[in-house]
């Protein structure tokens, strides 16, 4: 079997302060689950595992035809399991067939195929063959001689993860701008966590190998990013919700206290520390923030007015600029 490299995990892509809780979930069809948490931390999330392709047998699909095998080839047979003991899975599987190069370049691919259970006549000859389910996947190298007939078993080692982010106060309850990245739990040689999946919207559910894995999420399109550590496990969906501390503020510029908003004006939002977090216009421009003190900075006709201000988690304020 082949060590996983960069060549290979970059096929699988192509197909594909707060508190952090997961629960595990068995793979199966849309089977109501009682699994246990999978962290000890006071919040829990009740939802239901997804359906996924699998097929309640672990043998090769009709391998009793032996006229495959014609003069000069051999017959190849391939499932992936997604455990060890566990089913075939039914879809979902991009196959590639790669012969290796013999001056120690990228392989070269023969074939690919999206069938569950490939059965193919192929030459003789060494292969390196991967079976993606998703971003998970699983690289052997396949010898085949003359008139073999070679039955061979990819256990992808399979889960999944389904992430959800929300804001920690109920008063803030159905914030929808969040996203999320998806990185290597181990980090490479230069101290980086790779990353796998970018921009994701939360609700999704990821295949990935069996491991650790690093979610960046963001609410908002400010401040508020919180990393958080999964471990998926195979045959298992783990539905992890991420929190995050945030306050919603409406900024807005009038000519006296409790006036209406004046339109035209242009905002620039810095952090304590001077750093530019956002610029924005409009009469009521909102944003989520995490908590902590900031500068406000409106613009109007060239003219600039400022007021600091701070929030705490669970705010859902205005912060109003005057003129005089």
């Not at 035809?65 to 566990?86: C, E, F, N, P, W």
């Not at 106060?169 to 998806?182: A, E, T, W």
């Not at 508020?224 to 409406?250: D, I, N, P, W």
Request: no cysteine; aromatic share 6%.
């Amino acid at each position: 079997m082949l060590r996983i490299n960069n060549f290979f995990r970059s096929l699988a892509s192509i197909t594909a302060g707060s508190v952090y809780v997961f629960m595990m979930h068995p793979l199966l069809s849309m089977a109501q689950t009682n699994s246990s948490l999978a962290s000890s931390l006071d919040d829990t999330v009740a939802k239901q595992a997804v359906a996924v392709p699998l097929i309640d047998a672990d043998a090769f699909p009709d391998d009793s035809d032996s006229s495959q095998t014609i003069m000069g080839s051999a017959r190849l047979q391939l499932v992936a399991l997604l455990t060890k003991h566990g089913p075939r899975i039914g879809s979902g599987i991009i196959w590639r067939i790669f012969k290796p190069d013999k001056l120690g370049a990228s392989p070269n691919l023969v074939k690919q195929l999206s069938v569950a259970a490939p059965d193919l006549k192929i030459s003789p000859g060494t292969y390196i063959i991967n079976a993606a389910f998703g971003l998970a996947y699983l690289t052997q190298t396949v010898n085949v001689k003359t008139y073999d007939h070679v039955k061979k078993k990819f256990v992808i080692n399979a889960g999944g993860v389904r992430v959800d982010i929300k804001p920690r106060s109920k008063n803030l309850q159905g914030l929808v701008n969040s996203k999320f990245d998806l990185l290597d739990g181990e980090l490479d040689q230069f101290g980086n966590f790779q990353p796998l999946l970018s921009d994701m919207r939360p609700g999704s559910v990821t295949r990935l190998n069996a491991g650790i894995y690093r979610i960046v999420s963001r609410l908002g399109d400010v401040n508020s990013v919180v990393s958080s550590e999964v471990t998926v496990e195979a045959g298992r969906l783990t539905e992890a919700t991420v929190f995050h501390e945030v306050a919603k503020v409406t900024f807005k510029l009038t000519k006296s206290s409790g006036g209406d908003a004046l339109a035209g004006a242009h905002w620039t939002l810095e952090a304590r520390s001077g750093e530019v977090l956002i610029k924005t216009a409009g009469a009521l421009p909102t944003h989520i923030l995490a908590p902590g003190s900031y500068t406000i900075k409106a613009h109007l006709a060239d003219i600039p007015y400022k007021r600091i201000f701070t929030v705490e988690s669970g705010d859902n304020i205005e912060v109003e600029v005057t003129i005089e």
